[in-house]
């Protein structure tokens, strides 16, 4: 593999663009660019957008089942992707970093749902996966998240978490 840069990714591009919307306030507005990418897309196309776009689209929810559903969809996804695909987008990426966020965010959905023993068995996933996340900034930022889920779910709380992706915390 070179050091070239990959080629721009269009759908990558718009899927960031949608993000950023919505982390500049415009939930609803990034959640129907998401949805129409979606739609381009479609179920069965490139694994490494559905994942990024169904991960991204369920941090915009506030409601916890809708946020699961994305969120099966983006580990679902994930399973589909190969490492060749990833590396093609950014040449220092590993599928196997992304299981981790992808198992949190499911337990924390699970938990929010007073589904505990569904939350666990993400926590016990993500927690084997973790030792694929990177040190620095945001593999710190995902293991303490995971802890914080983690003593939730073992005290049964189902309070929001005001650390949450889109949580505005």
């Known amino acids: 593999m070179t050091d070239a840069p990959a080629a721009p990714d269009p759908i990558m591009e718009a899927i960031g663009r949608a993000v950023m919307e919505g982390q500049n306030g415009a939930r609803a507005a ?14 069965t196309g490139d694994p490494l957008h559905r994942c990024t776009l169904a991960h ?6 506030d409601d916890a089942a809708q946020a699961l559903a994305w969120d099966v969809r983006a580990l679902d996804a994930a399973d589909a992707a190969t490492d060749e695909r990833v590396q093609a987008h950014h040449a220092g990426l590993q ?4 299981y981790p966020s992808l198992h949190l965010n499911l337990a924390d959905d699970y938990r929010r749902l007073a589904s505990f023993e569904a939350a666990q068995a993400h ?7 973790a030792p694929a996340l990177p040190e620095g900034p945001y593999g710190d930022l995902i293991r303490g998240a995971l802890k914080e889920v983690a003593a939730a779910v073992a005290e049964k709380d189902t309070a929001p978490r005001t650390s949450a992706p889109g949580s505005g915390g």
């Open 30 to 43: 990034a959640r129907t660019r998401l949805t129409e990418l979606w739609a381009r897309i479609g179920v």
């Open 123 to 129: 926590i016990d996933a993500a927690e084997r996966a």
């Open 56 to 61: 991204s689209m369920a941090d915009l929810y």
């Open 95 to 98: 599928l196997a970093g992304f």
